[in-house]
């Protein structure tokens, strides 16, 4: 589904990566590793077509883009929760129906936050909205950092149950997170830097 071939990356006259060469399978993990600024965000944004300073080959499989999460909550303070979800869902594959924006907002825990600007959340709320397009959008492949990131322990066991579920349908998911992953698929590793 992922295929990468010969990928390198230099940012700011410093080189991050390259001549990576690695493949992603339906039902695969991915987990990208290394230090602070080894360049696993930039890796990420280039496999989601977010950042195009590269050589090098990235070949995807699918109908469309794959699912990116960024480690910010990528969220309008000035809008809600619902509009929020609606618009990020128009701008990933189309409009979603308002049933579908309150079941997926209701799964990440913000039942009767619906209407709540962003604004007026907390971090771990605005990452939840952001969240809740994995529940609400149909996208084989995603691409995760650090989806853990301010979020409680409930909402961590509920973000792994969901990815097993992607996982076990097929999907796949390549993701940077400092917390180990309670999976019981196969992760492969990738470090970045020395």
């Not at 990116?68 to 979603?96: C, F, I, T």
């Amino acid at each position: 589904m992922l295929n990468v071939s010969q990928l390198s990356c230099e940012r700011d006259h410093r080189l991050l990566f390259e001549n990576l060469e690695f493949a992603v399978a339906p039902g695969e993990v991915l987990w990208v590793e290394g230090s602070n600024g080894a360049g696993k965000t930039t890796l990420l944004r280039v496999l989601s077509g977010l950042y195009t300073d590269y050589t090098g080959q990235v070949s995807w499989d699918l109908p469309q883009l794959p699912l990116y999460l960024g480690h910010k909550p990528g969220v309008k303070d000035l809008l809600s929760a619902r509009e929020n979800l609606g618009w990020l869902a128009n701008m990933q594959q189309g409009p979603a129906t308002a049933a579908a924006i309150t079941a997926a907002l209701t799964k990440v825990g913000l039942r009767g936050f619906e209407d709540v600007l962003c604004g007026a959340m907390s971090e771990g709320q605005r990452k939840r909205v952001n969240l809740a397009r994995l529940y609400l959008l149909d996208s084989i492949a995603w691409v995760l950092d650090e989806p853990f990131s301010a979020i409680d322990v409930a909402g961590i066991q509920s973000l792994e149950q969901r990815m097993g579920e992607h996982l076990d349908a097929g999907g796949l998911m390549i993701i940077i997170s400092h917390q180990r992953l309670a999976l019981p698929h196969a992760i492969r590793s990738l470090r970045l830097g020395s």
